[in-house]
């Protein structure tokens, strides 16, 4: 329980519907709003004890902080005058997510931490159930029609909700205890069964990426248990495979399909081409955020027909250039940057959980290459709280090795060489 708090049952109904929305698209903006009305409300939520600023580690939040301000403001520097007010509308939503991931989910963590570190993890679990529904829902929509599945969702969302699931509930799973280990395999093999349902090519990419990402390390994990419960896993995934099979012919036609699709890749090309012209044309500030589908009829190539709006560049570093210019895609990509150096830096002290959800982060980034999903409000939130529990436990990880004697800065393998104690 989030003991720390002085409304810890505030904090917890917030988490537990931010985690069930977020496969839902914007229904977890309840959640959001719980959670920023208790980071107001509890003055401890805002506040670190000295203590806990000992050995902190970077991103420092407030750098995060300014970078985010700085790259919204600089995505309303380049827009027009037709597409001022929704450029300034864009920053605000692109930086909302930004501040509640970076500093709120942050802050949460480097509190939490002191208590359990493992706890914020466990109590994802919301999203590991409506994925799975996820799931589930659209592999029955596509047995039954042999089409692209739909949720509430479109089939590239449904893809991105299949890769989010993956990494959320791998974590999940293994931050709530060693007797559902065996759940793995089965789960992350609904999970991709729901993403090759989807026909979403990112989403495949991405979670072929978080696979062999995780593979290695969950088969040593899994091997290690009872040789019992091992059988009863594989029995359990036989039987997902089996299932699958029955429709073998079909998953090949729908994978064979949507790879060879001509027009399709023939379209994203011409996009791509779109993107790069308008980045030429605005090198600076681009064209403001949230304008590209304002800017795609005067960049569309005349041989590409039966597209007439585009609203992003299936690609976020296009994206990005189109919409922010030199300036704009600088700051997000120091800001990732940040994450990442934090994470990598603390991959070998934080716990097996936390690295998950980070190498979770890396496979949406790659995901991010053909779509730009995190453009949608309800995604980008999850993106980002992501980073702030991993730059909030990388922080965590950096105290632990102050208050071993350590530095911060010394190598990743120190606690095997001195003999310090590497959180479960």
Known sequence: MAVGYRHPGLFLLGWLLFWAGVPLGGACLL????LILHWYLDERARKVSPSLRAGQTIPQTNICFWLAVIFAVSGVIGARANGLGLAMLSAVGVLVPMVFGLVIVRKHVEVLAAVDGSWLVRMMWPSLVSAGVHAVWALEKFWSSGERATTILAPNGVGTVMLLGLGVGWACIRAWSDRYKELLLAYGLVMAGGAVASGSRGAWIGIAALV????????????????????????????????????????????????AD???????????????????????????LGTFWLNWEAYRSPDLAGMPGVSHAHNLVLHLLAETGLVGTTLFVTLLGMVAVAGWKARRWVSTPVWVLFLTLGAWLIREQVDVTIGNVANALAFWSLAGLVTGSAGQAGRMRGAAGESPDIGPRTYQRRNVTKPS
């Not at 062999?212 to 009872?226: C, K, T, W």
């Not at 001509?262 to 030429?280: L, Q, T, V």
Request: proline share 3%.
């Open 262 to 288: 001509a027009e399709r890749n023939r379209g994203r090309i011409y996009i791509y081409k779109a993107a790069w012209a308008i980045f030429r044309d605005h090198p600076w500030f681009g064209v403001g």
């Open 212 to 259: 062999l990402s995780v593979v290695p390390r969950a088969v040593r994990y899994v091997m290690g248990s009872d040789r019992r419960r091992v059988w009863f896993g594989m029995v359990g995934a036989l039987v997902c495979v089996a299932g699958l099979a029955i429709n073998g012919s079909r998953w090949v036609e729908e994978i064979w399909r949507v790879f």
């Open 31 to 34: 959640g959001v709003l719980l």
